[in-house]
Nanobody
Framework: VQLVESGGGLVQPGGSLRLSCAAS????????MGWFRQAPGKEREFVAR????????YYADSVKGRFTISRDNAKNTVFLQMNVLKPEDTALYYC??????????????WGQGTQVTVSS
């Protein structure tokens, strides 16, 4: 599975962005998908994940209520809608494919990352 993220950019606090992750490979629909992020000087952290059916989602406490993960298996794409963005959301965001390890996931495949910067 190859993963390519897009949709990052510069946004003001309180704004919104929608990240997309396009996957290649016929096994996309059998994988759990997720988003992780890494800010400068910090470790990579879990953000959100979605089951292969799309029915089960889980979010980090820091983004719960502001971010929404979804997927379109027909288009081999997973999305991360980010609302009410805060400066502390600034990071390189990575798409991941893998398996659910409750409550988060264990990534097997990674994308190259897309930068999100929240600043006025």
């Amino acid at each position: 599975v190859q993963l390519v993220e897009s949709g990052g950019g510069l946004v003001q606090p309180g704004g919104s962005l929608r990240l997309s992750c396009a996957a290649s490979g016929r096994t996309f629909s059998s994988h759990a998908m997720g988003w992780f992020r890494q800010a400068p000087g910090k470790e990579r952290e879990f953000v959100a994940r979605i089951s292969w059916t799309g029915w089960n989602t889980y979010y980090a406490d820091s983004v719960k209520g502001r971010f929404t993960i979804s997927r379109d298996n027909a288009k081999n794409t997973v999305f991360l809608q980010m609302n009410v963005l805060k400066p502390e959301d600034t990071a390189l965001y990575y798409c991941a494919a893998g398996e659910i390890v409750m409550p988060t996931m264990r990534p097997t495949y990674w994308g190259q990352g897309t930068q999100v910067t929240v600043s006025s």
